[in-house]
C-alpha cells in the first residue's frame, strides 16, 4: 500500500494539472454549452417552402417558362447568433471527446465495454452532434428534438459523475454507490417479483370490477401510465412501496375485502421487509467499502491518468526516477504488534538486569581499586626496607673490603693479591668500580 501510494502521489505531482487543464476545463465548457443551446429561448424565423403546382386540366396553356410553385410560409424557432457560436464550440468540442473515445476503443478493443461509461459516452456525443448540426442545417425540422435534447442533457450530467472520481472527497461516494447498484442487482430481481405478485392479482380484479350498484364501473385498481399492462402494474406497485398510494380510493367495492387483504400484505413484504432488508445490503456494502476508501480513491484516478494519456506529457514522466523501499513480505499488524510487545517486556526486564549488574561490577570495581592502592602501599614500604637492608649490606661489604685492602697493605705493599682473594674481593665489589678499580690496581 505504501508502494501504491507513493506511485500516486508521483504521477499526481506529473499529471494532475494535466488532466484538469486539457481534459475536465473542456468537459465543463461543453456541458455550459450544451446548457446554454439547449435551454435558452430560441428566436421565431419564417421559413419558405416552395411546392411545384401540377397543371389543372389539357387545355391549360402556359406562357412563362418557369414552373408555377406554391409558396408556404411556416414559423420555426431557430437559433439566435449567440446559440449558434456556443452550438459549433459545441461541436468542437464533442470531436474533441470523441478522438478520446476512439482511442480507447483501439486501444481496449472488446474490453471498452466492460465499464457502463462508456455506453453513455458515444450515446451524448453522437447525440449532441446530431441535434446540434440538424438544428443549425434545418432548425425545427428534426423529429423529437426535445426528447433527444433531454436525453442527452441527462447523459452529460451522469458524465459528471465519472469526473467527480478523480477527487478524493468525492470519488470514493461514486464508487460506492457503483458498489451498492452492483450488490444489490440480485435484491432487484426479487423486488421485482415482489410487485408482480401483489401487482398482477389487483389488475385481474379489476377486469371485473363493479360500483356496489353494479350500475357503473369504478375507476381502476391499477393506474394506467403507459400503453404496456406490464409497466403499468410496476408502476403501481412501485408508487405503493413508496407510500404514493394512488388507487386506494377505489378499493371498496366488489372484492373489496380481498383488495384490501392484498393490500396490507403487499405494505408489509414491500415497505416493511423488502426495503429494509436493501438497507441492510448498504450498510454492509458501507462498511467493508470504508476499509478499502483509500485504495479505491488511487485506483479511480490512476484509471483517469490511463484513459486521457493522449494528453499526457508521458516522457516528462519518464526522464524521472522514483526511489522507493520494497518490503519482501507482509506481516500480520497483530502479530507484529504482539512481537512488538514482548519485545518491550523483555528490554524492560534486561534493564532491570542490566542495572542491578552494573552496580554489582561497580561495587567490586571499588572494592579491587581499593586493594590496589592498599597492594601499591604495601609494595612500596617493602621495596623500602629491601632497598634499606641491601644499602646496610653494601655499607658492610664496603666497610669489609676496605679492612681487608688496609691489611694487606700492611703486610707488604709489594706482595700481590693470592687470586682466590682477588676472586672474593671483586665478588664482594660488584657494583662498586671505584673499589674494584683500587683492587686491581692493588694486584698489578
Known amino acids: 500500500m505504501d508502494l501504491f501510494k507513493a506511485v500516486c502521489a508521483y504521477l499526481d ?94 486501444k481496449k478493443q472488446f474490453g471498452y465495454f466492460s465499464e457502463a461509461w462508456n455506453f453513455f459516452d458515444p450515446t451524448s456525443i453522437v447525440l449532441s452532434l446530431v441535434i446540434t448540426v440538424f438544428e443549425l442545417m434545418k432548425p425545427g425540422q428534426m423529429p423529437y428534438l426535445k426528447t433527444a435534447e433531454a436525453l442527452t442533457v441527462m447523459l452529460l450530467l451522469i458524465r459528471i459523475f465519472y469526473w467527480m472520481r478523480f477527487f478524493s472527497k468525492t470519488g470514493y461516494l461514486v464508487a460506492l454507490i457503483l458498489d451498492s447498484i452492483e450488490r444489490i442487482k440480485y435484491f432487484m430481481f426479487l423486488f421485482i417479483i415482489i410487485l408482480y405478485t401483489f401487482g398482477t392479482p389487483l389488475y385481474i380484479l379489476q377486469k371485473d370490477r363493479f360500483s356496489r350498484e353494479d350500475v357503473e364501473e369504478l375507476s381502476p385498481l391499477v393506474s394506467e401510465h403507459f400503453t404496456w399492462v406490464p409497466l403499468d402494474i410496476l408502476n403501481n406497485m412501485y408508487l405503493l412501496s413508496l407510500g404514493e398510494f394512488e388507487m386506494m380510493d377505489n378499493y371498496d367495492g366488489k372484492y373489496g375485502g380481498f383488495v384490501w387483504t392484498l393490500f396490507l400484505l403487499a405494505t408489509f413484504f414491500v415497505q416493511i421487509t423488502f426495503l429494509n432488508v436493501l438497507i441492510a445490503i448498504m450498510g454492509g456494502s458501507f462498511e467493508e467499502f470504508m476499509e478499502i476508501r483509500d485504495q479505491t480513491c488511487l485506483h479511480l ?98 666497610d669489609d673490603v676496605e679492612e681487608m685492602v688496609d691489611k694487606i697493605r700492611g703486610n707488604s705493599d709489594e706482595t700481590p693479591i693470592n687470586d682466590d682473594t682477588y676472586e672474593q674481593l671483586l665478588e664482594l665489589t660488584q657494583g662498586d668500580h671505584v673499589t674494584q678499580k683500587q683492587i686491581k690496581q692493588l694486584n698489578s
Open 13 to 106: 505531482d506529473k499529471f494532475e494539472w494535466q488532466i484538469i487543464w486539457k481534459v475536465m476545463i473542456p468537459y465543463f465548457t461543453m456541458f455550459g454549452m450544451a446548457l446554454y443551446v439547449f435551454l435558452s429561448d430560441r428566436e421565431e424565423v419564417i421559413v419558405k417552402t416552395e411546392t411545384p403546382i401540377e397543371a389543372i386540366g389539357e387545355d391549360e396553356i402556359t406562357f412563362s417558362s418557369k414552373p408555377v410553385v406554391e409558396v408556404e410560409e411556416t414559423v420555426v424557432l431557430s437559433m439566435t447568433r449567440e446559440q449558434k457560436v456556443c452550438a459549433g464550440i459545441f461541436i468542437v468540442l464533442n470531436i474533441y471527446f470523441a478522438i478520446f473515445e476512439l482511442t480507447q476503443l483501439a
Open 301 to 398: 484516478k490512476l484509471t483517469i491518468y490511463d484513459d486521457y494519456q493522449l494528453v499526457l506529457n508521458v516522457d516528462d514522466a519518464k526522464a524521472s526516477f522514483l526511489v522507493f523501499i520494497e518490503k519482501t513480505e507482509d506481516v500480520d499488524m497483530d502479530k507484529l504488534d504482539q512481537i512488538v510487545e514482548v519485545l518491550g517486556d523483555k528490554i524492560n526486564s534486561s534493564k532491570d538486569a542490566l542495572g542491578f549488574m552494573t552496580n554489582t561490577v561497580l561495587a567490586e570495581t571499588k572494592a579491587l581499586q581499593a586493594q590496589l592502592k592498599q597492594i601499591g602501599s604495601d609494595t612500596a614500604t617493602q621495596n623500602a626496607i629491601l632497598i634499606t637492608k641491601q644499602n646496610k649490606k653494601l655499607e658492610t661489604i664496603k
